[in-house]
């Protein structure tokens, strides 16, 4: 029995119930991708589909439209796959289970993918609905737009004929996005040698952390766990002699890590367990509000083959000195981040160390100043960096036709007007304005929390709103 079947609009929630059956984590997109072809065949409608699967389906205008400009919709079907720890959950093959909580909708033990599967299903509601006027339609579906906007780095759009276009890829409701930051990820590659080490081994872990969008929560304060597991790690490095054997944390660059794990072998127990508790103290009155119950566990287990003492010694100056988050907030628009960096992911193999960085900013000289950055502090190390998915920013239009529109309706709508504001977060409008020279584009979406994080969850009359705004925007389209 479907869970959300009783929910208007009905067809909104309908494929949003029909793609959350479906896994669509970021490179995993083919299924999803071939559900949005089934579904142009079988309604008629032209589509194409790209090697990477992104996914464009075209409608035609509806009657009294037909000398409107086509409108372009766009969103991605890529989700960030997270889960509680003690989800047993198999992302990559099995669909979500989906709940409902008075207002709320969320999955039970993992993230929801309304970022951006609510865009998804609009769209298709909009391609099913014979009752609905708008002009031609233009649906651009893309992939792995979580993990570098891929897809609409690839994307051939050529054959689109709008030059206006509603990203629906953002989460708080009343907010009209029309700028946003550039960013990159960086991956610092650290080699490593192995030696033996006579002591005792010990499992090190900073849990509990709340974690959060690196771009949407990075102003939040919130603690990066592979952060705060260097810092357990020098200040252990400082009492008793230890090798490293391993760091691991996180899962995604563009997520807060939560949770970040050390092996090592150490030559004195009790300054193992002393500097652990007094840096469990420490986190907990650094962030009594933001991550209240962050904890450094700390447990004995036999361990081999650590490090050396110099591969160990780079590891715990990179994690030491690394920057992280915040960099500079704008001096034009208050409150914006401008600039900003998060380890998302560290990792350890046989012979390296690696650290993942998702790097932004809304000023191209500020983002090559952080490349920069950590390029200087890994080559002194010994290692080397390596930048891919590097994305534009989305510049401000002055003069912008859709975004006067979009106020006007949601003012008459809602009683007020939106906040029109930047933002610190990717979007994929940035890419796709510069495959399509002078499009005129706004980015919203309904109200989502926690995005990126196993308590994500999104407001079920948030996005009736939104809906009937779409609906009333594209009216006024002709």
């Not at 090697?51 to 409108?71: C, H, Q, R, S």
Request: contains cysteine.
């Amino acid at each position: 029995m479907a869970v959300l079947e009783h929910l208007e609009p009905r067809g909104v929630f309908h494929y949003f119930e029909e793609l959350c059956s479906i896994p669509h984590g970021s490179f995993h997109t083919k299924k999803v991708s071939d559900w949005l072809t089934d579904f142009a065949r079988s309604h008629h409608l032209e589509y194409i589909q790209d090697e990477t699967n992104n996914v464009i389906i075209f409608k035609n205008a509806t009657a009294g439209y037909e000398n409107a400009e086509p409108v372009i919709l766009q969103g991605h079907m890529d989700m960030v796959c997270e889960k509680a720890s003690d989800c047993t959950k198999d992302m990559e093959v099995e669909g979500l289970d989906l709940m409902i909580d008075g207002d709320i909708i969320r999955a039970k033990g993992t993230t929801l993918g309304g970022d951006d599967g609510i865009a998804v299903a609009m769209m298709l509601a909009l391609l099913d609905a014979e009752d609905l006027a708008h002009p031609a339609l233009e649906c651009v579906f893309t992939v792995d737009e979580e993990v570098g906007m891929l897809g609409a780095m690839h994307i051939d759009l050529n054959m689109l004929k709008g030059r206006r276009m509603i990203n629906m890829d953002t989460e708080e409701e009343g907010i009209l996005t029309v700028s946003c930051a550039g960013g990159n990820v960086t991956r610092c590659i650290l080699p490593v040698q192995r030696a033996p080490f006579r002591g005792t081994g010990w499992k090190i872990t900073v849990t509990g952390l709340v974690g959060g969008h690196s771009g949407v929560e990075i102003d939040k304060g919130r603690a990066n766990a592979n952060m705060l597991l260097g810092r357990v790690l020098y200040s252990l490095h400082e009492a008793t002699d230890m090798r490293l054997v391993s760091v691991n944390g996180g899962q995604k660059d563009n997520a807060i890590t939560r949770e970040s794990t050390a092996l090592l072998i150490a030559d004195d127990d009790e300054a193992v367990n002393s500097v652990c508790r007094k840096m469990n103290d420490s986190f907990r009155n650094e962030y009594a509000v933001t991550d209240k119950d962050v904890t450094v566990c700390v447990e004995k287990l036999p361990l081999a083959d650590p490090m050396d003492e110099d591969s160990t010694n780079r590891v715990l100056w990179f994690l030491t000195c690394s920057p992280n988050g915040i960099q500079a907030m704008s001096a034009d628009i208050e409150g914006l981040v401008q600039t900003s960096l998060n380890m998302g992911i560290l990792t350890t193999g046989a012979s390296t160390v690696e650290a993942s960085f998702g790097v932004r900013s809304s000023v191209a000289t500020q983002l090559t100043m952080l490349v920069q950055r950590l390029t200087a502090l890994t080559t002194a190390l010994g290692g080397a960096v390596e930048v891919s998915g590097s994305y534009p920013g989305w510049q401000y239009r002055q003069n912008s036709p859709l975004r006067d529109l979009v106020v006007e309706v949601f003012t008459q709508q809602y009683g007020h007007a939106p906040a029109v504001e930047a933002i610190h977060a990717g979007l994929e409008c940035g890419l796709l304005s510069e495959k399509l020279p002078g499009l005129d584009c706004v980015a919203f979406g309904p109200d989502m929390k926690e995005v990126h994080t196993c308590r994500e969850n999104m407001s079920v009359s948030s996005v009736q709103r939104v809906w009937k705004m779409v609906v009333e925007v594209l009216r006024r389209m002709n």
